[in-house]
T-cell receptor, first 113, second 114 residues
């Protein structure tokens, strides 16, 4: 019930293309869904986050799409750049979990020039 | 300034050694965290301090001992570790408010246990 399933495990995209990473959850109590970006040798950094009261949130080239009925959410990176090459983790949390984030397994994105 | 600093960057220790990892933030955050991250895996929560008091211990073995001397500092004392404890240890901090508060991560300490 606490799992967040993330796919794909790895993704290769050409520069200028769209990168799409998907996550699915089971626990309907989750009400906050952040995405973290991690570069090699660095800690994760919050990229963008969404609450389930909206179906989409966009920040620059990054968009989260949220489907509450399907219990799925996804990250879209438009006009992908080589500098976007990193590992992306989706996560979920709920009010009663306090500070606990339930992370997906991660997606290693490579954007070829 | 949204920086969390961690020292050392790398640490190699034997199974009988005692060492400490240090974490510092000056963002005024009153929640601080230790995570363990294995290669190609997500971070795993170990400990959470809230207002300098331990609020969450995710059943971490006693060979890991956290300490929060003040609101800006967080230590992780290591003793009698096992080779399987080799990992990247991440520190993070956040406001103490709701579960939506952003956690800011440091770069981590890469620990190797021989």
């Amino acid at each position: 019930q606490q799992q967040v399933k993330q796919s794909p495990q790895s993704l290769i995209v050409q520069k200028g293309g769209i990168s799409i990473i998907n996550c699915a959850y089971e626990n309907t109590a989750f009400d906050y869904f952040p995405w973290y970006q991690q570069f090699p040798g660095k800690g994760p950094a919050l990229l963008i986050a969404i609450r389930p009261d909206v179906s989409e949130k966009k920040e620059g080239r990054f968009t989260i799409s949220f489907n509450k009925s399907a219990k799925q959410f996804s990250l879209h990176i438009m006009d992908s750049q080589p500098g976007d090459s990193a590992t992306y983790f989706c996560a979920a949390s709920k009010f009663t979990s306090g500070s606990r984030l339930t992370f997906g397994e991660g997606t290693q994105l490579t954007v070829n020039p | 300034d949204t920086e969390v600093t961690q020292t050392p960057k790398h640490l190699v220790m034997g199974m009988t050694n005692k060492k400490s990892l240090k974490c510092e933030q000056h963002m005024g955050h009153r929640a601080m965290y230790w995570y363990k991250q294995k290669a190609k895996k997500p971070p795993e929560l170990m400990f959470v301090y809230s207002y300098e008091k331990l609020s969450i211990n995710e059943s971490v073995p006693s060979r890991f001992s956290p300490e929060c001397p003040n609101s800006s500092l967080l230590n992780l004392h290591l003793h009698a570790l096992q080779p399987e404890d080799s990992a990247l240890y991440l520190c993070a901090s956040s406001q103490v408010g709701t579960h939506t508060d952003t956690q800011y991560f440091g770069p981590g300490t890469r620990l190797t246990v021989l």
